[in-house]
């Protein structure tokens, strides 16, 4: 990998302790739901943003969620890791996305609405996947964090943002990276997760999920979700009729919880 790229993702700060701990928790099979309630609670911010998204309309709750114990009870343990991990991010990395046109709150808002649907839709679909599937969707754009610093420190900011202009799908988008700086977003968000040391299949869905059949058989299902959640809801707009008509051409394609993806579809279009 470029030394230039490396060093940015070497540079990156670890994981903080809370962090640490939810995922310990996490992959312990042995640990119990209060067990993570007690850490969450002990971190008044994780609990805060944990709180801000359960009242979200795009989780659909019909009662207001007044503390951690009763969101954590309602999203289970994946989805707090997710949250755990996406609100690190927030508070520890700098984020300038002006290559991609985008701010950092509009970066994070992709990325909550990437979850969320993911959340909603594989609750219906396969519970026991979103292990998997909610931490990798809260955090599969961060490599784009490294691409647009990059690109703004060899000063090719603006000629990207030029042609991002000019591009319609993430297809496109990733063969762009991949022309500017050598590497995709899903590259450099594997290699992000693997300083982080976390799981092989948390690595490979993600790095997969431009390229599904390039994944292991296993894992292949898990990147083929992430690709119809970042097919719907990217940098381009969020559930524009053009981007769920090709979610929905690759929900056919890989006979892939069609019907539940449109339920999902009309609660997040209201």
Known sequence: MDSSILKKIKALPPLDETVIMIQRICSDKNSSMQDLIKVVERD???????????????????????NAAHAISLFGMATIRGFALSSAIKENIKIDLEPY????????????????FMFKWYSKVDRSMLDVL????FMMEIGKIIIAH????????????SAVLKET???QLSKLEKEMVGYTNEEITAKIFEKWNLEDELIESIEFSINPFLASEHMQKFAKALY???TSINIFGELKEEQVQNALELLKDYDLGEETYKNILEHFTD
């Open 134 to 137: 909610q931490p990798a969707s």
């Open 228 to 230: 119809v959640v970042k």
């Open 150 to 161: 990059e690109l703004i420190e060899s000063g090719k900011g603006k000629e990207f943002r």
């Open 169 to 171: 799908n993430i297809e």
């Open 44 to 66: 008044p911010m994780l609990t805060a943003n944990i709180l801000k998204s359960a009242n979200s309309p795009l989780y659909g709750f019909s009662k207001e969620i007044k």
């Open 101 to 116: 046109g985008i701010n950092k709150h509009k970066f994070l808002d992709i990325s909550t609405m990437q979850s969320a």
